[in-house]
T-cell receptor
């Protein structure tokens, strides 16, 4: 069974600071890993998708790395803004299903 | 990416009644639909996988007779919570199976 862990559970930073969110998974036999953003009471917005053969993906201020052999992914958000405040979830696809971490709740203070 | 809608966005019902949640894939033909449940401050838990025209596959611990899933067409899947109880209060989210997973906006169910 795939277990996904996200550390820290919560993070509060001043505006402008870089964010580092960690995700680890127990079974390295994954097809891909996806990072999502969830605002309170809302659905999920896909941020980045990393294929199992890739090492990283970038989109604007977001960069995600993947080390499949060690079962880790890191999401970097550069120059954080108050609008980045949300819960960030990572999910790994194994078999055909997605297995989610519990998320990291980020607060960016103005 | 795939555009997914859910209706209703929130619903309050009395204990013992049934509630139907609709999930529509607006620009994508979804052969397979995932249904998730999310309790407050917890992550998403997969409830079941439905395939168009066939019976849904339920995850361990999910009562198939309580959570009825119908996937009658490639653009519509429904989840019916039967004889709802307060412990069924949760956030229900659907997601069609695509390479990059997209999710509906969710339905907040409160059972009083």
């Amino acid at each position: 069974k795939q277990e996904v862990t996200q550390i820290p559970a919560a993070l509060s930073v001043p505006e402008g600071e870089n964010l580092v969110l960690n995700c680890s998974f127990t079974d390295s036999a994954i097809y891909n890993l996806q990072w999502f953003r969830q605002d309170p009471g809302k659905g999920l917005t896909s941020l980045l998708l990393i294929q199992s053969s890739q090492r990283e993906q970038t989109s604007g201020r977001l960069n995600a790395s993947l080390d499949k052999s060690s079962g880790r992914s890191t999401l970097y958000i550069a120059a954080s803004q108050p609008g980045d405040s949300a819960t960030y979830l990572c999910a790994v696809r194994y078999d055909y299903k997605l297995s989610f971490g519990a998320g990291t709740t980020v607060t960016v203070r103005a | 990416g795939a555009v997914v809608s859910q209706h209703p966005s929130w619903v309050i019902c009395k204990s013992g009644t049934s509630v139907k949640i609709e999930c529509r894939s607006l620009d994508f033909q979804a052969t397979t639909m995932f249904w998730y449940r999310q309790f407050p401050k917890q992550s998403l838990m997969l409830m079941a996988t439905s395939n168009e025209g066939s019976k849904a596959t339920y995850e361990q611990g999910v009562e198939k007779d309580k959570f009825l899933i119908n996937h009658a067409s490639l653009t519509l899947s429904t989840l019916t919570v039967t004889s709802a109880h307060p412990e069924d209060s949760s956030f229900y989210i659907c997601s069609p199976f695509t390479h990059e997973q997209y999710f509906g906006p969710g339905t907040r169910l409160t059972v009083t």
